[in-house]
């Protein structure tokens, strides 16, 4: 298994991390997600048996609008950081859930996938698109318009933004 850090920019707020998170579930087979966020800046920390490229794929396709860009990258020794000890300790530590900060605990055994063959990457996106499609619920353009009724357009995600783009276009 594999340890990676997953550096996404945009314009977003702390839900916004926990929403995108979220997305990522479907890949992660480390016991905790952990982040560190700052305006315009998160960096995920997680562990993955999946290949680095199908990682990437998978965080390319489900992006739903959520951010502008990302760099994936494996954390081994190789990678220097700078910041405070108790950031470190509590990005780096996958083992342990660190008081006062965001950790999702996450289910690997629910996502229990075989190939025959390992270069089959179609296989791999498509399981876990699928795996994600399953848990996504899609806002029905009522409970969008709703949303906006009561609380603004800029309330929506970029998720709901894009869902009500799509219902637009029908």
């Known amino acids: 298994m594999k340890k990676y ?6 314009n977003f707020e702390l839900e916004n991390c926990e ?3 979220h997305c990522l579930e479907p890949i992660i087979d480390s016991t905790h997600l952990k982040f560190q966020y700052r305006s315009g800046v998160i960096i995920f920390h ?27 990258t494996e954390y081994n020794d190789n990678v220097s950081v ?14 342990t859930e660190t008081e006062g900060a965001i950790t999702f605990d996450l289910l690997p055994e629910n996502r229990t996938w075989t190939f ?5 990457e179609d296989d791999i996106v498509t399981a876990l698109m699928n ?10 353009m009522d409970q969008l ?13 970029p998720y ?11």
Not at 5 to 10: D, I
Not at 83 to 94: A, R
Not at 160 to 169: H, I, P, R, V, W
């Open 46 to 72: 997680f562990e993955s048996e999946i290949q680095m490229a199908d990682i990437h794929e998978f965080v390319e396709l489900t992006s739903y609008d959520m951010y502008d860009s990302f760099i994936l």
């Open 131 to 140: 795996q994600v499609k399953k848990n996504l619920q899609v806002p029905t």
């Open 19 to 21: 929403e995108i998170a």
């Open 5 to 10: 850090l997953l550096t996404v920019f945009g």
């Open 116 to 120: 025959d063959d390992e270069d089959d």
């Open 145 to 157: 318009l709703d949303k906006i009724n009561e609380h603004g357009v800029e309330s929506l995600t």
């Open 160 to 170: 709901e933004k894009a869902t009500l783009d799509n219902y637009s276009q029908k």
């Open 82 to 95: 700078f910041m405070t000890d108790d950031m470190k300790q509590h990005l780096f530590d996958l083992e």
